[in-house]
């Protein structure tokens, strides 16, 4: 360790200590294992629920009478000829995808839900960007569940599922999606990084740790996963595995402080006060 990080290590010790002692946390550095054993690392804990979903109020709906009149006059005829046929998916198809394209999101909406089973995944598409601009998170969630009948091996919209799942507050299958997406695809980033936010909402700290260690196995030890590591390990006073994380933590990047302070308090709650 050289001299500059020893003071950085020396006075973020004070500095965090004081932190702690003011929180009133110390009592978790400082409270010693009796048998000198770090407790049984694998028993989930209790996790705080997200809070309720709130419905959000949907922007105002733009009209058909705010266009120009050559683009008011394709969508009447359009709307005409669905009217007249309803049963040609093509018009439908061609009415959703103008709706959308002139950012009549609520007639998108109202004009392709109802043949939710009818439309092609482009189509869907289209009606899951209408739903998003309305914020009607609700139906984003049916229509995204009814695609993956049809492509079960698409990580991205599982991915996309578990974030409106998310958004609706619903843990279990924000969850279910986000595993799934990082099951078919184990180096996609996006499930993992959504994921590892639930967990810290929710104060998982279990899940949180074995999340971050996938991660390590899947993508590598990048500095910033392994600095979650050592901060997650110290929280809960796990002082080997928090040698062990903040060690390769402080290798892998030595220019952040907060893993030679973990590090350094670490050693010297387990005896180590020469390291």
Known sequence: MTYRQK????IGIISLVSMYSISGLTISLSNKRNDGVDPILGKKQTYRPLSAYKSPEPPPVNKVSELPKERQNHLIKLKKRHESQPENIEILKALGKQLHKNKLFESCKDTLLPYLNELDQSTKSILVKCLEKRLDHRNQAKVLENMLIYEPKNYRLYTIAGDIFYILRDAEKAITHYRKAISLNPKYVAPYKRLLELFK??????EQRQLLTEMVKSMGEQPVFLTDLCRLYSLEAYFDQTISACLKAVRANPKIADNHVRLGI?????????K
């Open 7 to 10: 003071i950085c290590l020396t």
């Open 201 to 206: 909402e929710t104060e998982n700290t279990y």
């Open 266 to 274: 670490a050693y010297k709650e387990s005896g180590n006060s020469d």
